[in-house]
């Protein structure tokens, strides 16, 4: 797919999705959503990404919906089919068996907390603000913040961001646990590289395994949850002999992500 609404890159096994509509502060519209879930798609089988990073362009990381300009996909209405994409990619992201960070380097509302609440860090710019201006505006909340806000924050935290629909600057969205990390402007870039780069140096599998067992067990009694992991232990992994090597010879691993 030839892509016009984000900018996809491949390096040293981290692939980056940079929305790229800074001229409205990269709010979503139809295309951009269909090409970020043929970019997350395309990593699936893609055994050169280890590590996916999410950002935006400019000064804003996702602004939400384009409510004047997201467009109309073939056969729906724009609000209908708009949802539906959201709802694959937001999937999509929470699927996928290897890590995925929220690089916030600005403002992130609306949709734009969906995204990087699927994530699985969200690393954030100092100068970024965040919160999710739906219900404040008679938007109704429909693409996972109100099943993923409160398990990170908490039921009364959440319930008082999305009933009053005020914004938070990092340092309280860190205090609060809605966001890993907070970074000066001027750190932003080198230090998600820097965690992207560890993560892309990991087993891969193995945290997708793990990845995919936690979100999977988040409702499950005890009993289930155990049962649940039998079934991903029957999965072999080139990278343990590896893990149990280097921890005998007491040198660093070198995975090779299988």
Do not use: W
């Amino acid at each position: 797919m030839e892509y016009e609404s984000v900018i996809f890159e491949k390096k040293e096994g981290i692939a980056t999705i940079t929305l790229n509509r800074p001229q409205a502060l990269n709010s979503l519209t139809f295309k951009m959503v269909e090409e970020i879930l043929d970019a997350i798609s395309s990593t699936v089988t893609d055994d050169e990404v280890r590590t996916v990073v999410i950002t935006g362009a400019g000064r804003g990381f996702c602004a939400g919906d384009d409510l004047r300009g997201m467009g109309t996909p073939p056969g729906s209405s724009a609000t209908e089919g708009m949802r539906q994409m959201t709802h694959l990619m937001i999937k999509a992201i929470r699927n996928l068996r290897k890590p995925v960070i929220a690089a916030i380097n600005g403002n992130a509302h609306g949709a734009g907390s969906d995204i990087m609440l699927a994530c699985d860090f969200r690393i954030a710019s100092e100068d970024a603000k965040l919160g999710d201006l739906r219900s404040g505006r008679a938007i109704t909340i429909g693409s996972g913040t109100t099943y993923m806000l409160p398990k990170l924050v908490g039921l009364a935290k959440a319930i008082e961001l999305i009933f009053t629909g005020d914004m938070i600057d990092a340092k309280e969205a860190e205090r609060i646990g809605l966001v890993n990390k907070t970074v000066p402007a001027d750190r932003f870039k080198d230090e998600v590289m820097e965690l992207a780069g560890k993560l892309a140096q990991g087993p891969t599998r193995a945290i997708g395994i793990a990845k995919s067992e936690i979100y999977r067990e988040m409702h499950m009694d005890l009993a289930s949850a155990l049962e649940d992991e039998l079934i991903e232990l029957q999965t072999p992994m080139e990278d343990s002999q590896e893990g149990i090597k280097s921890f005998i010879e007491k040198r660093p691993a070198r995975y090779t992500g299988k």
